[in-house]
């Protein structure tokens, strides 16, 4: 293994982090407190409490899954595109580094930002409401293993993305809404039965399920069928990129 | 010397069913500068490209120390550096980070000493601290250089290393590189700047269409191919040659009082002494001897001419 290699990789990841540490950590902290202000508020006093719990704690674990999700993604697309679009790509395709290495260098600095951003959020959230965490290394593990797949799935979208749009389009158009569409702000138990066979088709639903498990001891779908969900989800990025690398990453053609 | 690359039958093609390269055989010496030359769009930086792993080819082998690229991809990247074409790097962060991420990249382990050594030598030391946008085009192609020597290569490929470099930076370059083959480092570069050619390489491949046309040692290459002109000043003027001259195919300049002869260097046909004795048999005071050797670009421009008529032919 080339662990130099790796370290490198990360290291200069998460310096980019470091320098724009304010744009980084602003906009997550904003976001979270506008939601609790919009979400906590004004629906939070029509809606007191689902499931026992109250509804401001409630939507916390939704609301931290919804930026795990799109900030992997984004961290890990752009990380792996920049170096694309600046031709500084070069260098990592000249280094003897493995398909694996490169992957692990860039996926682990991308859910390390999302991880650090997770966590930040959680102490925003306690400001405004009591955050409860029933099982913590759960908690930690859906928290760990959802980083990791989404900032894969960012890899990938960086590897085929043909420009800066082409970054923004997934996050945008498919994981905004499923993140919303997923039971974040809402148990689906409260929709209509059709609706509620309909959000089983969304993915997002079970990773909000367990991870809000892992907090108050509530969920929309079994533990077991949420981290069978994850895994899936994992090991499916991790074929499609290794797909991809053994085609030539699609940028040796 | 033993062989530090060798490269057989190697053919790429491009998506677009483009070929790039087609059955390269060339071996590299080790200690050597090699100079690659040929048009734009011959498949100069893709065969560099494909040596370094940046693109992948389609058939033949690649060794480096003979060793297989792509099975000991490992091992022989290790001992491989190259500095693109472009100026390919992360405007934001410092000349600093970016060396010591380039010697991480590679798998070795911090030597801020080294690195300090490397960015002296390169008269970067003092702008170790700034960002890279914060350079010259000239500065930022040194930090691409020590990019490509942070972690020791002992194959450097330097990719077209003076393009869009002024003049004096260009020598500057050149002491360069001949101070790291002085150090030991093999040597190959790209370049249409026929000079440089000239000046550095001991050897010389052409590469036109994606194929090697020619590879020989520089001088031989000047010699062989060359052609030498010498240029007669006479006291008085020349209204026609004839009599003896008439046999040299000589022509005269605007003032008739300089006569030419162009015959190649390796042509036993010309006899200097000889022809000397021809201008003064036909009664013409010889004033000043000039003679012009022609230079790798004029072999060059030669070759690529008749390559590309063989390929309009065929």
């Given at each position: 293994m080339n662990w130099y290699g790796i370290k490198a990789i990360y290291i200069h990841e998460m310096e980019r982090f470091r320098r724009t540490l304010f744009q980084s950590l602003a906009s997550p902290i904003i976001t979270t407190s506008l939601y609790?202000?919009?979400?906590?508020?004004?629906?939070?006093?029509?809606?007191?409490?689902?499931?026992?719990?109250?509804y401001g704690s409630y939507i916390v674990p939704g609301m931290i899954m919804l930026t795990i999700l799109t900030q992997s993604i984004s961290n890990a697309s752009f990380a792996f595109y920049f170096p694309r679009f600046t031709n500084t790509i070069y260098e990592i395709l000249a280094a003897p580094l493995s398909s694996f290495e490169i992957v692990l260098g860039f996926v682990g600095a991308a859910a390390s930002k999302s991880l650090i951003i997770g966590c930040v959020i959680i102490l925003t959230a306690n400001f405004f409401v009591d955050v409860r965490i029933d099982h913590p290394l759960l908690m930690m593990f859906f928290l760990i293993l959802t980083s990791i797949t989404f900032a894969l799935f960012g890899f990938i979208i960086g590897m085929y993305a043909e420009g800066f749009e082409g970054l923004q389009i997934i996050p945008i158009l498919v994981i905004t809404p499923l993140v919303f569409l997923g039971g974040s702000f809402y148990s689906i138990n409260m929709l209509p039965e059709f609706w509620q066979k309909i959000s089983l088709l969304n993915p997002v639903l079970y990773l909000i399920s367990g991870f809000r498990y892992s907090f108050y001891e509530v969920s929309d779908v079994s533990l077991f069928t949420s981290t069978l969900t994850?895994?899936?989800?994992?090991?499916?990025?991790?074929?499609?990129?290794?797909?991809?690398?053994?085609?030539?990453?699609?940028?040796?053609? | 010397m033993k062989n530090i690359l060798e490269i057989n039958n190697v053919t790429k093609f491009y998506k677009n069913s483009v070929k790039a390269l087609e059955n390269v055989n060339l071996d590299i010496k080790e200690g050597e500068i090699f100079a690659l030359l040929g048009p734009n769009g011959a498949g100069k930086s893709t065969l560099i490209n494909s040596i370094c792993g940046i693109v992948n080819f389609n058939t033949g082998t690649i060794k480096i120390n003979n060793m297989d690229i792509i099975k000991n991809y490992r091992n022989t990247r290790?001992?491989?550096?190259?500095?693109?074409?472009?100026?390919?790097?992360?405007?934001?962060e410092t000349v600093w980070n970016n060396v010591n991420y380039s010697r991480g990249?590679?798998?070795?382990?911090?030597?801020?000493?080294y690195i300090e050594k490397l960015l002296k030598q390169l008269s970067l030391w003092d702008k170790k601290d700034n960002k890279i946008k914060e350079l010259s085009g000239g500065m930022k192609r040194r930090v691409l250089i020590a990019k490509a020597l942070s972690h020791q290569p002992k194959l450097l490929f330097l990719d077209e290393p003076t393009a869009s470099v002024d003049v004096e930076l260009r020598k500057d370059m050149w002491d360069v590189v001949k101070k790291l083959n002085k150090d030991g480092v093999t040597i190959i570069l790209t370049t249409h700047y026929i000079e440089e050619a000239e000046d550095l390489s001991d050897r010389v491949a052409v590469i036109n269409d994606?194929?090697?046309?020619?590879?020989?040692?520089?001088?031989?290459?000047?010699?062989?191919?060359?052609?030498?002109?010498?240029?007669?000043?006479?006291?008085?003027?020349?209204?026609?040659?004839?009599?003896?001259?008439?046999?040299?195919?000589?022509?005269?300049?605007?003032?008739?009082?300089?006569i030419?002869?162009?015959?190649?260097?390796?042509?036993?046909?010309?006899?200097?002494?000889?022809?000397?004795?021809?201008?003064?048999?036909d009664g013409y005071k010889i004033k000043d001897i000039n003679t012009e050797q022609s230079s790798l670009e004029e072999i060059f421009i030669k070759l690529i001419q008749e390559n590309n008529n063989e390929l309009v032919r065929n």
């Open positions: 609790f202000v919009v979400f906590g508020s004004a629906i939070g006093s029509r809606i007191t409490e689902i499931d026992g719990i109250n994850i895994l899936t989800i994992l090991i499916g990025c991790i074929l499609f990129i290794t797909y991809t690398f053994s085609k030539g990453y699609r940028i040796k053609d | 290790k001992i491989t550096g190259i500095v693109p074409q472009e100026l390919n790097l992360e405007s934001f990249l590679f798998g070795k382990k911090p030597d801020h000493n994606g194929k090697i046309i020619l590879v020989d040692e520089k001088n031989k290459l000047i010699k062989k191919l060359g052609e030498k002109t010498i240029k007669i000043e006479l006291f008085e003027s020349v209204e026609k040659i004839n009599g003896n001259l008439s046999k040299y195919n000589f022509t005269l300049d605007q003032t008739n009082k300089i030419s002869h162009t015959y190649n260097l390796n042509s036993n046909t010309t006899d200097i002494a000889e022809l000397l004795n021809d201008v003064k048999k």
